[in-house]
């Protein structure tokens, strides 16, 4: 989710649990703590562009690194600000543990993939129960949290924790139906999924994106789930193969295995770029949501030598015709 989101979020449940004296205090320990995991961000590297990915949502987001993350905000924050406040460091470290606790799991709640047991394990757990941008989702959060903070009152914080389940569950159901009707769209083709995903689109649970693949094929459709299921059928585009595609590849190759890093973190669902051969794209994401135009991809070159790294290349879609097309369906016109 988006740093605010997280912030919030991360504010809601230690003011929900805390003293009543605490409020300001527990949710502002709350609000940095929960925005913390993030800072996995900054582990780059100009020689490697797919060492974020490894590295993103991995050790800092894990449910064991919990007490550990929370444990370091707190040394930080306590003797920087609270002890000064007459709080505990133990008070404080509960405070930032539980603003810690609730990054990881909301962050399983969209579609990225989100490491939980790590280093037990590096499955990327995706829930795709929310956008990782929601506004729906996001302003009641901060309109419940200011009042708190206004009238120092933590019954606020436990009406947004309620906010929170409410929504995510209704993302829930929504997932569900969005994945029948993809279900029932490739039964009409006549295929059998071999898997089926379905992602909400941009800020909403309204508009989904269905991924599905067949022996050969990954395909793209949008259903939109109001009080009746509509189709937008999509496009298809066949699954990589690197030994058609990409003839001159040596196995051992760096650029080969950046290319299984990159499967590995699409889950999969990698394709050649239709408009540039060299070109490997995350089919899993796209603005408009029955189109193939990822929002990410990595690139390769013939001419590279063993030791190089691809290229890593983010794409925003944002043209005026692709942000039409995206709320005319969103809004069923």
Not at 130 to 146: G, Q
Not at 181 to 209: D, M, T
Request: glycine content about 6%; hydrophobic content about 45%; proline content about 5%.
């Amino acid at each position: 989710m988006d740093p605010l989101t997280q912030g919030l979020l991360g504010a809601s449940l230690p003011q929900a649990v805390g003293k009543k004296q605490h409020v300001v205090l527990a949710g502002v320990l709350g609000l940095l703590a929960g925005m913390a995991p993030d800072l996995d961000v900054f582990i780059q590297s100009e020689t490697d562009p797919l060492l974020f990915l490894d590295f993103h949502r991995q050790f800092t987001h894990s449910l064991l690194f919990i007490p550990i993350g929370s444990f370091i905000c707190a040394v930080v924050l306590h003797y920087l600000w609270t002890k000064k406040r007459g709080l505990w460091f133990k008070q404080t470290w509960l405070y930032c543990a539980l603003g810690y606790s609730t990054h990881a799991l909301l962050d399983a709640c969209t579609s990225y993939g989100t490491q939980l047991l790590w280093p037990f394990s590096n499955q990327r757990f995706a829930w795709s129960t929310i956008s990782v941008i929601d506004p729906v989702f996001t302003l009641p959060l901060l309109v419940l949290l200011v009042f708190g903070l206004l009238k120092r009152n933590p019954w606020y914080a436990r009406i947004a924790l309620l906010w929170v389940v409410v929504y995510l569950t209704l993302g829930m159901i929504q997932r569900d139906r969005a994945e029948a009707a993809g279900l029932q769209l490739a039964q009409q083709r006549q295929h059998q999924p071999l898997q089926l995903e379905a992602k909400p689109s941009f800020a909403n649970i309204l508009l989904w994106k269905v991924v599905y693949e067949t022996g050969e094929k990954y395909f793209v459709d949008a259903v939109r789930l109001g009080r009746e299921v509509k189709f937008y059928p999509g496009q298809s585009i066949a699954k990589l193969n690197l030994e058609k595609e990409y003839p001159w590849l040596k196995a051992n190759s760096q650029q080969a295995q950046d290319i299984e890093r990159f499967r590995w973190f699409s889950a999969g669902y990698i394709a050649q770029d239709p408009d540039d051969a060299l070109r490997i794209i995350d089919v899993r994401y796209s603005m408009v949501p029955n189109q193939l135009n990822s929002l990410w991809s990595i690139k390769l070159s013939p001419s590279a030598n063993e030791d190089s790294h691809v290229e890593y290349a983010t794409h925003r879609d944002s043209t005026p015709v692709s942000r039409k097309r995206f709320v005319d369906m969103l809004l069923d016109r």
